[in-house]
């Protein structure tokens, strides 16, 4: 896990090693700070006790010593904060980045396996706390245990008498603070999923603002983010109000320790070996530094810990390999639009029981109009999406162009095969910006021509600005059947040997339906046209039209070869053309 982390440190491992290297001189200066004190106190005593007057070159001595070694622990202290900040800063966003770089070659099934919510709280949160927790590590997890040790021999230097009070106290200290995070750990972890939960609340909600006004939802969705954001508040609460023993227990800790040292000086001088009052303060200052020291250890463990859990989601990302790549010498040109689907099976997980899409064969000709029609969760669209590769088939191959879809290179194919899926989005930006999706460098000829092509030019000329015209996030400035043939139009432009519409006319109405396919069949003779459809009107025309049922294809045939033979392909005709002498069998359009 740490060497998937460290890899995102990269430009920032210089500001990584500056940091703790000054902390360590700002450590090794505030330790030695208390000794040069105790060195001034006995010269004071001194000058009183000689009866002479106390120098003042010794006062000058003592303090320029004590200012300088001030100033430079400050500097050094600010350089280590600056050096700390700059990695930790760099290294979030290094982690950002890469995290972001992987999602976008993460394919379909990649996707499958993460929520959205959770990619994004991954993304933020997550983050911002393994950032911390670095900044901790490189700064504070260095000061305290060198502050802890440097400390703990100077006092017994100073007291040997004295200073195993230190080696008691801190054991029983460090045991509470122990004690703690392990209580606190499993919550946090719960902390996080619950997170998840809060965010997909928002995302969905405010996603999805339209639909919950217009099924007057709002109070549903409000109870939902209320529920969601209280079981935070709850674990968190929780966490907290353990976390907050620390403090006081500290607080204690360091008063006993004060006491300590008193009564075992008293003691100490009672019994004939008499303490100094320099010495006693100096291991006071001691004190202070190393049970503070073992308080910020703690805290910091506290944020690893947290930290932990997020670094663990983190990696998670990194490490999900897309399981669709191009392979090595992969095959750059698509020969032309002939698909096979040779023995194909699917399941969308390797734990799923049941089939997607079981023993489909299937050879669709270059050119050929295909229509498929068939129920919701027929896997129509499943089908289809494996002949751009979006998924790789289970078991058995599918070609195109002859050549099996693992073999050609991914952008290739996909710029072949040209998909309008089924849940398509626009982007912000003008509607120009959106058709270069499908080509980058297409010039306004072309996008005019795709447009016709697609029945989208009438309405783009009828917009005041025309194709400058700017879509809104989602394209919720356009109709529903105008955003569907800008998404074939995009789709294109691509200049695609076979070209898949997933129920991407659905919106359209039937005229503006028929005229898209007239120009189809008119304008791209030589692409191969894979049509899904829920009306009949839409796919009667196609060379071929196969009929879905639970996975399986249940018929493949004309118009009239189905409408003679197959049961389904009646019973969706007849239910949507009202026929009165041949009524849909039982059953009626449960299928369709
Ligand atoms: N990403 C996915 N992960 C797991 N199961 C899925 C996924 N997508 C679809 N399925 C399942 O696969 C089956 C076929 O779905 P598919 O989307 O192919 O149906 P469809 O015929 O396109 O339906 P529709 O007409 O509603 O678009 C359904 O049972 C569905 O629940
Ligand atoms: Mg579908």
Redesign the pocket.
Known sequence: MIKTLAKSIREYKRSSVLSPVFVSIEVVLECLMPLVIMAFIAAINRGGAEGETLKMSTIWYYGGILLAMALLSLCTGMLSGRFAARASAGFAKNLRKDMYYAIQDYS??NI?KFSTSSLVTRQTTDVTNVQMAYMMIIRVAIRCPLMLVFSLVMAFIVNPGIAWIFLALVPVLAAVLVLVIFRTHPIFERVFKKYDNMNRSVREDIKGIRVVKSFVREDFERKKFKNASEEVCKEFTLAERIMAVNTPVMQFCIWLSFLLIFLMGALLTRSGSPVQEDQLTVLIMYASQILSAVMQLSMVLVMIIIARTSAERIVEVLNEKSNIVSPEDAVKEVRDGDIVFDNVSFK??QT?E?F??ASVNLHIKSGQTIGIL??????????V?LIPRLYDATEGAVYVGGVDVRKYDLETLRNKVAMVL?KNVLFSGTIKDNLRWGKEDATDDEMLRVCKLACADDFIQAFPDKYDTYIEQGGTNVSGGQKQRLCIARALLKDPKVLIL??STSAVDTKTDAMIRRSFREQIPNVTKII?A?RVSSVQDADQIIV?DG?RINAIGTHEELLASNEIYKEVYYSQNKVGSAAPAEGGQANA
């Open positions: 379909f099934s499958d969308y997980s799923a049941k997607a899409l068939g129920g919701t969760g027929a896997s129509k669209s499943t089908l999406n089924q997933d129920d899904i829920q879905m996975g």
